[in-house]
């Protein structure tokens, strides 16, 4: 026979994060300087399917293209970057920063269907665009029926 561990309080669990995430919150509205959020960033992403490809949008307003690296490596993609704080004005002028600064990087696991070899990317207004084409075989093909 199986004994079973009763645990009252685990669905609270979740919550705990929450809870210290709150309290890191209110601590800093109350700090007259807040520091640059050198966090690893976490860039919004989108991913769509076209009829021929498969598209990746991301959120990357404010870093630069130099500082974007595309990188794949055995059906995986990887996306790095850096935003980097801009050093025009003192940082003891400064009230309040919420914007976060930092490096960044999100991996994506390719289908078998992706032709890695004629992968694009464009990087405009704050957007990086990747299109990733599918195989040839990959692609949706249309049978017609005849009927007798």
Same mark, same amino acid.
């Given at each position: 026979?199986?004994? &079973?561990?009763? %645990?009252?309080?685990? /669905?609270?669990?979740? *919550? =705990?994060?929450?809870?210290?995430?709150?309290f890191d919150e209110?601590a800093?509205?109350y700090?007259p300087?807040?520091?640059?959020?050198?966090?690893? *960033?976490?860039?919004?992403?989108?991913? =769509?399917?076209t %009829?021929? /490809?498969?598209? *990746?949008?991301?959120?990357?307003?404010?870093? +630069? !293209?130099?500082? #974007?690296k #595309?990188?794949?490596?055995?059906?995986?993609?990887? @996306?790095?970057?850096?935003?980097?704080?801009?050093? !025009?004005?003192? $940082?003891?002028?400064?009230?309040?920063?919420?914007r +976060?600064?930092? +490096?960044?990087?999100r991996?994506?696991?390719? /289908?078998?269907k992706?032709? /890695?070899?004629?992968? $694009?990317?464009?990087? &405009?207004?704050?957007? @990086?665009?990747?299109? *990733?084409?599918k $195989?040839?075989?990959a &692609?949706?093909?249309? #049978? !017609?029926?005849? #009927?007798?």
């Amino acid at each position: 026979m199986r004994i &079973k561990v009763w %645990e009252p309080f685990r /669905s609270f669990r979740p *919550l =705990y994060g929450d809870f210290d995430k709150w309290f890191d919150e209110t601590a800093n509205a109350y700090s007259p300087v807040t520091t640059p959020a050198n966090v690893a *960033l976490h860039p919004n992403v989108d991913v =769509y399917e076209t %009829e021929g /490809s498969y598209v *990746l949008k991301a959120e990357l307003a404010g870093v +630069s !293209k130099e500082d #974007i690296k #595309i990188d794949i490596n055995d059906n995986v993609l990887t @996306l790095k970057g850096e935003k980097k704080f801009e050093e !025009k004005t003192e $940082k003891d002028n400064y009230l309040r920063i919420e914007r +976060s600064y930092g +490096s960044f990087m999100r991996t994506f696991a390719l /289908s078998d269907k992706v032709d /890695s070899g004629n992968i $694009k990317a464009a990087y &405009k207004d704050g957007v @990086l665009e990747v299109t *990733l084409p599918k $195989k040839e075989e990959a &692609k949706p093909k249309e #049978i !017609k029926v005849e #009927i007798n």
